[in-house]
């Protein structure tokens, strides 16, 4: 069963690994939103902060969590990278809605993101 799970601005589809008592083991098998990109306790800010590059969760990639942050997985699966690609161009076609500096650094991230994933996947990410 897979379940819906946000950490930190990203939010992925999980199945579960372990469940303790207290921590439940997660394992990434699809991106369904990409991490916001710049310093998340200064949103939309990019003088004056340092800037994140947030990359999302590896396929695979495990966390603990609590039960309370998983919710039920409505939705279709997909491949991990199909779901990456689709995850980065609803975040840029967001960013690229308005033109200002916080949207620019944003995109410069995710264009130098995709460079990173396309090592990483073998996928060419457009």
Same mark, same amino acid.
């Not at 603990?64 to 990278?81: A, H």
């Not at 967001?94 to 090592?119: F, G, I, M, P, W």
């Given at each position: 069963?897979?379940?819906?799970?946000?950490?930190?601005?990203?939010?992925?589809?999980?199945?579960?690994?372990?469940?303790?008592?207290?921590?439940?083991?997660?394992k990434v098998v699809q991106v369904i939103k990409h991490p916001k990109q710049g310093?998340?306790?200064?949103?939309?800010?990019?003088?004056?902060?340092?800037?994140?590059?947030?990359?999302?969760?590896?396929?695979?990639?495990?966390?603990?969590? $609590? %039960?309370?942050?998983?919710?039920?997985? =409505?939705? +279709?699966?997909?491949?991990?990278?199909?779901? @990456? !690609?689709?995850?980065? $161009? %609803?975040?840029?076609?967001?960013?690229? =809605?308005? +033109?200002?500096?916080?949207?620019?650094?944003? @995109? !410069?991230?995710?264009?130098?993101?995709?460079?990173?994933?396309?090592?990483?996947?073998?996928?060419?990410?457009?």
């Amino acid at each position: 069963m897979l379940y819906r799970f946000a950490h930190k601005s990203g939010v992925y589809a999980v199945e579960v690994v372990d469940d303790t008592a207290d921590q439940i083991l997660v394992k990434v098998v699809q991106v369904i939103k990409h991490p916001k990109q710049g310093d998340l306790h200064s949103p939309n800010e990019v003088e004056g902060v340092f800037f994140h590059e947030r990359k999302a969760l590896s396929l695979y990639e495990k966390r603990y969590t $609590t %039960k309370s942050k998983l919710k039920p997985f =409505e939705g +279709d699966v997909q491949e991990y990278t199909v779901s @990456l !690609q689709q995850a980065l $161009t %609803k975040l840029e076609r967001d960013l690229q =809605e308005t +033109d200002s500096a916080y949207s620019r650094a944003a @995109l !410069q991230c995710l264009n130098n993101l995709k460079v990173d994933y396309t090592r990483q996947y073998k996928v060419d990410f457009k």
